[in-house]
């Protein structure tokens, strides 16, 4: 848990014991929402240690859009959940409250699989093909390569995507194609880490364009 917390914490903290201030943002993670052995820091933005956690703002506007950086791998869910869900739980999707991709590569509700995802055969056999050509790349050229497999890895980035009709799941822009429908109740994104997992969730300046007519997640005037 000690090194868990430690990566979690690296790159947060200053050397020396100092306050540290930030522009409050008025959207973030909700530590009167998640669970018992969940860790929040960077100003609301990251979650590590075990268990769930969902945001402070539900997603009322027509279509809405966020996206999680998977920063460190271990066992981890993203998607929607409404505030009874089981924030306890390491997985999410596994309660009839959660709507979840997990790191599983299955997509998860009321502990049932909807959606398993599969690796792009195409661009898997074009990466060993190529693998030779990749090696010869500069590094900086090598780093910016995007996964397209089809399947998340450390260092990826989800999109999701909700308009009250259908949850869409995104990965570093290319929508995965796993429509979630039947989503109920007022909804909120969640994350869910274990295992050394460590999630960002990015609620503006996203890596990726959301998709036509979504938007970043907007704070109704009744909930100011």
């Known amino acids: 848990m000690f090194c868990c917390l430690k990566n979690c914490l690296n790159g947060v903290l200053p050397p020396q014991t100092v306050q540290i201030r930030r522009e409050h943002d008025p959207i973030q993670l909700d530590t009167s929402h998640m669970g018992h052995e969940v860790v929040v820091i960077k100003g609301g933005q990251r979650a590590c240690g075990s268990g769930g956690v969902i945001a402070n703002t539900p997603l009322l506007q027509s279509k809405s859009y966020f996206e999680v950086k998977l920063q460190q791998g271990g066992q981890w869910s993203v998607g929607l959940a409404t505030q009874q869900a089981d924030l306890n739980e390491s997985k999410g999707g596994f309660d009839k409250d959660t709507w979840c991709l997990t790191s599983e590569n299955v997509v998860y509700h009321n502990a049932k699989p909807l959606h398993k995802l599969e690796p792009n055969v195409d661009i898997k056999n074009s990466i060993v093909a190529n693998t030779e050509a990749l090696t010869k790349l500069d590094t900086t050229m090598t780093s910016a390569l995007v996964n397209n497999t089809g399947i998340p890895q450390e260092g990826d980035t989800i999109g999701v995507a909700y308009d009250h009709v259908e949850l869409n799941f995104y990965l570093n822009g290319t929508n995965l194609n796993v429509p979630v429908l039947n989503v109920r109740g007022t ?25 036509p007519g979504f938007e970043r997640i907007l704070i109704e005037q009744s909930l100011l």
Not at 187 to 211: M, N, Q, R, T, Y
């Open 187 to 211: 909804v909120f994104p969640c994350l869910f880490v274990d295992d050394g997992a460590i999630l960002d969730i990015v609620l503006d300046k996203f890596s990726f364009s959301p998709p």
